[in-house]
């Protein structure tokens, strides 16, 4: 049985006609300025670095939402942290809110802010980048050689750790019928099953609130240090006005704010996600890692107790990176209790596009 396990470089490189540039690094101290950004690149999905950073000046009108003025205090660190990175910023926003003795509340709003930006931010993405490939990304050829190529009646399980929607679109052409995400990981296709541990910019959960109760976007980041939510998924659009009083309760988007040190707190998926999948990871002889840094410490534990004998049994694990997939594979083998790794595994680091395009993917499918 194959998993195949979906990162921010998946759909950062998810556009053969769009290939991904080098990931952005610091302007050298002399010489010529910088080339400045091509326009082409106004839509591609971010990685984690680029977040919060906008060159083309395309989300102006998410950091100026006024529902969301509680993202403006920690906006600047986040978008050049003075140490570490956007994810260790983020963690240690988190710890200051979080502290036992004196935890700062002013923090919990300010990550709720976080967490409403993100998800406007990828929820645009995801549709403007679908549109400026005209639909057609890596993820489309990649499931159809899977279909064509998996054993038939056998599961795969398509675990993204990506908010956006560029792998659920792409399912859509393979007669994927989305439901409530309660249901979904085990009656939307009789092949794939769809796992997002850290949540969808489409999914939402109910605020822990009586029947009825009406509160905006801007009271429920207010009320952040109180508010509990439920864990019951739905799929709306959580900031849209259509969507946000069409509830018995109060709605949020039900994603998690990107952190270092990612624990089980982390996981933002129904239970019957995590159910299916430890449900079939014991099969699995196969691992297929796309654009993922195998840096989830909660889901590593997850695949450690699950994999067949922890790990040390799947027969062919490959990583497709840019440049950094011998480092993922040398880090995810020796997690799983695999001393390197033997010749059935590998890595490539012509990223998502090349992989897809060169014809590695039905050899790995094959062996």
Not at 326 to 331: E, G, H, N, T, V
């Amino acid at each position: 049985m194959l998993v195949v396990i979906f990162g921010a470089g998946a759909s950062y490189d998810s556009a053969s006609e769009y290939p991904a540039p080098k990931p952005p690094t610091a302007p050298p101290g002399f010489g010529p300025p910088p080339a400045p950004p091509n326009p082409r690149e106004r839509w591609r999905p971010p990685l984690a670095p680029q977040l919060f950073l906008d060159p083309y000046d395309a989300f102006r009108d998410i950091v100026a939402n006024p529902n969301y003025r509680k993202l403006l205090p920690v906006l600047r660190s986040l978008r050049r942290p003075l140490t570490g990175s956007v994810e260790q910023q983020l963690e240690s926003f988190l710890a200051e809110g979080n502290a036992q003795a004196n935890g700062d509340p002013e923090r919990k709003r300010q990550l709720f802010a976080v967490r409403y930006y993100l998800h406007d931010l990828l929820f645009r993405v995801t549709n403007e980048w679908l549109n400026a490939t005209s639909g057609l990304t890596n993820y489309v050829p990649l499931l159809d050689q899977i279909r064509h190529l998996n054993t038939p009646g056998e599961p795969v399980c398509l675990v993204t750790f990506n908010y956006d929607l560029l792998l659920d679109r792409a399912l859509l052409s393979f007669d994927y019928k989305q439901t409530d995400p309660e249901n979904e990981a085990l009656f939307a296709h009789p092949t794939f099953r769809l796992l997002k541990p850290h949540g969808s910019v489409d999914w939402a959960r109910y605020v822990d609130v009586a029947p009825n109760t009406r509160l905006g976007i801007e009271q429920i980041i207010e009320q952040a240090n109180t508010i509990k939510l439920t864990n019951t998924y739905i799929r709306a659009d959580a900031t849209h006005p259509a969507s946000i009083h069409s509830f018995e309760r109060p709605i949020v988007p039900a994603i998690a704010v990107p952190v270092q040190t990612k624990t089980e707190n982390f996981f933002e998926w129904p239970q019957s996600h995590r159910f299916t999948l430890e449900q079939h990871l014991p099969s699995v002889t196969k691992i297929l890692i796309i654009g993922w840094q195998a840096k989830e410490a909660h889901f590593m534990q997850m695949l450690r107790e699950k994999l067949p004998r922890g790990g040390r049994e799947v027969a062919h694990i490959l990583v497709v990176g840019k440049g950094d997939a011998k480092a993922i594979l040398d880090s995810f083998a020796a997690d799983l209790g695999q001393s390197g790794y033997n010749t059935k595994h590998g890595y490539t680091d012509g990223g998502f596009s090349q992989f897809v395009a060169s014809g590695e993917v039905k050899a790995f499918l094959r062996a």
